[in-house]
Structures are given as C-alpha cells and as structure tokens.
C-alpha cells in the first residue's frame, strides 16, 4: 500500500470553545491555541483537528456556520488563524479544518438572501409544500421535533437534519456545491493541511424518498469534491459518516476511488445504547460486543481502506466515566489501558482535548447547567414521551454532549487556568487533581504515558510494525481481557490489556518479547496473572 504520512500521524482533536481563553471572554480562542502549541510539540502530536471556528451564532457550537470565509470575532481573526498555521508548522504540527456541508446557519447570508424571497438562493436550500397544513412528511430532526420548518412568507417549509437554525444545503444543485468546493480551495491555498468533514453522509440524501445517510449520490459528490479540491494536493481528510459499514468505509477510503484519507464510522458507540433506540435509551456496555467490534474492523479493512481510531470526540462523553474506571485509585491505570489500546490499533489514532489527562466526565446537576442544543431540545422531548426529570438527567449525565466539553484542565489555578473570567460552560471541579501543569514532565502521568505511546509510532524500528503491521486478535477467557498481536516481516508486538479492576489469571509465558512499555513496574509483572487495569505491550 502506498505510504502516507496520514498513516503514522497522530491526530489531535481541539475544541476551540473550551481549549484556552486568552481574550478574556470566557471562550478560548486561536490565541490559546497558539499559546498551546509546545505543550502540543511537547505530547508529540501531529496532526491538530480543530472543531468550527468559522463566523457563528453558536446555536450549535460552531456547527452552524454563517460565513465560511471568517473566523468568529469569539474566536479571533483570519489573520489570528494564518498566525496559528505557520506556529504550527514551524513546529512540525499540521492543521486540519472542521468543514460543515450539509448545512448553514440560517444566518449565512444565503439562508437570508432565500428567506427575502430571492429564488436563486433558495434553492440553495431544500423546500417543500406542506400537506394540509402539515409538515410535508414526518421525518424528525436529530435535534428532535420536526426536520421541516415552515416559513409563513412563503407557505412553505425548510428542511433541516439538526436545529432549525441549522438548515440543510440543496447538494443536488450544482452552484451550491461549486460554491462549497471554491470555499475549500480557499482554505487550502492558505496551507491548511486538510480536513474532516462534518456528517459527510448526509450530502446524497434524498428527502421525499427518506434516505438519508448513504444516498445514491453520496460517492458521485465526493469524488467531485476530490476532483475539483483535493487533487493533486498532499492532504489529508477524514469523513464523518456515522452509519458506514465496513462496506462503505472501504468504498470512501480506498484510494483508487479517490474519496477520503480516512472515515469515522460510529458502530462502537452505539453498543451501549439499546438497538434500534435512541443514544438516550442506555444499555450498559458489554465488553464482548467491545472487542468484537474493533476486531470487526481491524480485520475489515487490513487490505483496502483506513480507518480512524478514537474513544473520544467533542459529541461523546469522556471514555474513562463511559466505559472505565473514575475511582482515583485506577483512574490513571485506567485511562493508560485506553491510551495503549488506541495507539496499538491499525488505523490513525485520534486523540480529544483532555484525554491526554485523563480528564473525566462532568456529572450535571441539573438542566440549567446545560449549553448544548441536542440535550435542551431532548428534554422537551422526553418529557412528551412520559420520561420523568430524573431519568432525563440521568441520560444526560451519560451521554449528553456537555459532559466532554468542559474546558480543558491547564493547572490548579482558578477555572482551571482555562479563562481568568466565567467560563461559557462550567469547569469540571476535579481541576485541582487533574491538570496538565501536574502532569507533563511527570513520568508516571497519563501525560507521560500518550507521549511514550506516541512516540513508540515514531520510533524507526517499530514504526512500521504499529502502522501497517497486521492485526490478530487472541481469544482469551474473560471478556475484560483484550489480547492482541501487531505483525510484519519477523516483528510481532502483543497487546495484553485488562478493562477491569480484577486479577485476571493469565499464562503470560508464552509471550515472547519484551516489555516496551507497561503502566505497572516491570518487577511486578508475573507469569500467570494481569493485574488491575494492566496493560502491557512486548515487542519480539
Ligand atoms: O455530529 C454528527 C452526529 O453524528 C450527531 O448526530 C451527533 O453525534 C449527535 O450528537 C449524536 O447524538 C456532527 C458534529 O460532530 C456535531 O457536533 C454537530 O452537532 C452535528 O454534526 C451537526 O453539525
């Protein structure tokens, strides 16, 4: 396979919203990024992934964009975000940019040009009649309620996936989509060095015929994107495409197709969900269906395609309050177990604002604490359905998307040291115990560990073997126990990682190699056991 330098990148994920306030706005800010950056040299990262700091109302953070051409004033300045490339380059560190297709804020001047009745803008924009005097069909908004929105100037209704101030873009009309791609070359010709590409699998939906995800045109109009952005230029892109199977994943990232470096595909966070139900409805996680899962796809795309590895994005809780350990005496053995995990698997590894910390999930009080549009429309919603308060809240608590927003943990100052003013979403209070200052330079930090791990992707002999050598899982009797090998040419690596705080008994002898690293002392290490929250990884 032809190598790339996606390939053994380390992707860091930054939401600027709750990164690093320097203006004093209680935001952080392009700024803060660049204020930030030899920390980020410091882990070793790469790659940095920022979330949406494009001109926006913020109804959705960012995701609604209203001029595709500015930085937000909250955020800084155009010329703040070249500043913030060329540090980052003069360091090693690319960036790539957060582009959002599917739709606009109903604030971009083309939503408004459409809405005052200019028809060649509004059919940037899908519109459809009612039905005696109701909604044109009954499809809902991810964002619950309705996805039509009626407009009473016209008699007719906008459709939009998300919020309603989120409404979706017409893809099949061809200026519509030409306006896109000139806006991509626009920030491509500045040096930004690729991007990811927000709910990409929405783009070929057809409304009347309910497809929404996956539609029959999705490929035809990502392999314009590519012809018309992409070619001929080194850069990376990683497509959100929440429903793709193995299937689809290997058709966006095979590169003799010509559509993405790489795709996100969300299988594994819905496995504690009930099937067929909504992300509210929680079902708690059976590690089997855990390890299947990566196993699935470790296994589906060793020939063609590649993925992305993540447990963590700005849309997810914190992995270690979902599916690890919080309690302080495993809390960082826990969040090590993930790190090793992450960095072990094939496909580029992405890492979320704070997981470098192991930064835990905030547990909210009550709604007024909450800032995100999906849980605050949900409330509503829920309640329609009989849910009573406390059940709602519980839900949110677990998988609202506040929970991994909070700001980042810089020191044990005030906020965090994230903003010396009120920050626009409340500091997790465990900023005392859990900060970066505490931890960088520390060599049993969590820190410490995401740095070693990444530095392993680097390390000349070894590199290969963690990029592209070849994943086998081996089955073991406990579900908590992941064991897997990474092989190339005569190197083998084997990844033995314990997700529970049990003594699992274990024949370690038959591991041959050894230990690079582990986050237990080498002499406490037996032959017939993995202890609490262990990882270990040998390489012969
Ligand atoms: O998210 C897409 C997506 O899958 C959402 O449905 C989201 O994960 C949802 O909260 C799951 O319950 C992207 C962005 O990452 C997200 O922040 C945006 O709100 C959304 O698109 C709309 O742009």
Aim: proline share 3%; net charge negative; glycine share 8%.
């Amino acid at each position: 396979m032809e190598r790339k330098w996606w390939h053994n990148s380390v992707v860091y994920q930054i939401y600027p919203l709750s990164f690093k306030d320097t203006s004093g706005n209680g935001i952080g800010d392009v700024n803060g990024i660049i204020e930030k950056l030899d920390y980020l040299k410091e882990l070793g990262v790469d790659v940095l992934w920022l979330s949406p700091i494009y001109k926006t109302p913020l109804d959705d953070n960012g995701y609604d964009i209203s001029d595709y051409y500015d930085i937000d004033p909250l955020f800084g300045t155009l010329e703040d975000a070249k500043r913030m490339l060329k540090e980052a380059h003069d360091r090693g560190i690319k960036i790539i940019m957060d582009l959002v297709l599917n739709h606009t804020s109903d604030e971009h001047v083309w939503f408004k040009k459409a809405l005052d009745g200019d028809e060649y803008y509004k059919d940037f924009y899908v519109w459809r009649k009612g039905k005696d005097g109701n909604p044109p069909s009954d499809v809902q908004s991810i964002f619950s309620g309705s996805a039509w929105e009626y407009v009473e100037e016209m008699d007719e209704y906008f459709f939009h996936l998300f919020s309603k101030r989120q409404p979706d873009l017409n893809w099949e009309n061809e200026v519509v989509r030409n306006e896109l791609y000139k806006m991509i070359n626009f920030w491509l010709d500045l040096g930004f060095d690729g991007f990811r590409l927000d709910v990409i699998d929405l783009i070929g939906k057809e409304v009347d015929n309910k497809i929404f995800s996956n539609g029959p045109k999705m490929h035809d109009y990502i392999q314009e994107m590519y012809r018309k952005c992409f070619e001929g230029r080194d850069v990376m892109t990683v497509g959100e495409m929440g429903g793709a199977n193995i299937e689809m994943a290997k058709l966006v990232s095979d590169p003799e197709r010509k559509e993405f470096s790489m795709l996100f595909q969300f299988e594994m966070i819905a496995l504690d969900q009930v099937k067929g139900k909504s992300k509210w409805e929680l079902k708690e996680l059976d590690f089997d269906d855990l390890k299947n899962n990566i196993i699935k796809w470790q296994d589906g795309l060793s020939e063609v395609g590649w993925n992305s590895n993540f447990w963590n994005n700005h849309d997810q809780p914190r992995v270690l309050s979902r599916w690890g350990n919080t309690d302080p005496k495993y809390r960082e053995l826990s969040a090590k177990v993930f790190a090793g995990v992450l960095h072990s698997l094939r496909g580029t590894p992405y890492v979320y604002q704070g997981e470098e910390l192991g930064m835990t999930g905030y547990k909210f009080n009550d709604f007024s604490e909450l800032k995100d549009v999906e849980s605050l429309n949900m409330i509503e919603e829920f309640r329609g359905y009989g849910w009573s308060d406390e059940k709602i809240l519980e839900s949110i608590r677990v998988k609202g998307r506040d929970n991994s927003r909070t700001p980042m943990q810089w020191n044990d100052s005030n906020n965090g040291g994230f903003t010396n003013n009120e920050p626009w979403l409340l500091v997790n209070p465990n900023y005392k115990e859990i900060n970066a200052e505490s931890q960088v330079g520390n060599d049993n930090s969590v820190f410490t560990f995401y740095k070693k791990m990444i530095e392993l992707r680097k390390k000349s002999e070894i590199s290969d073997l963690l990029v592209y050598g070849k994943f086998e899982n081996i089955p073991t009797n406990n579900k908590y126990l992941f064991v897997f090998q990474r092989k190339l040419d005569m190197q083998e690596l084997t990844v033995v990682a314990n997700f529970s705080n049990e003594y699992i008994k274990y024949d370690n002898e038959f591991i041959s190699g050894n230990i690079i690293i582990s986050n237990y002392d080498e002499e406490k290490i037996t032959g017939n056991e993995v202890k609490p929250y262990q990882i270990t990884i040998y390489l012969k």
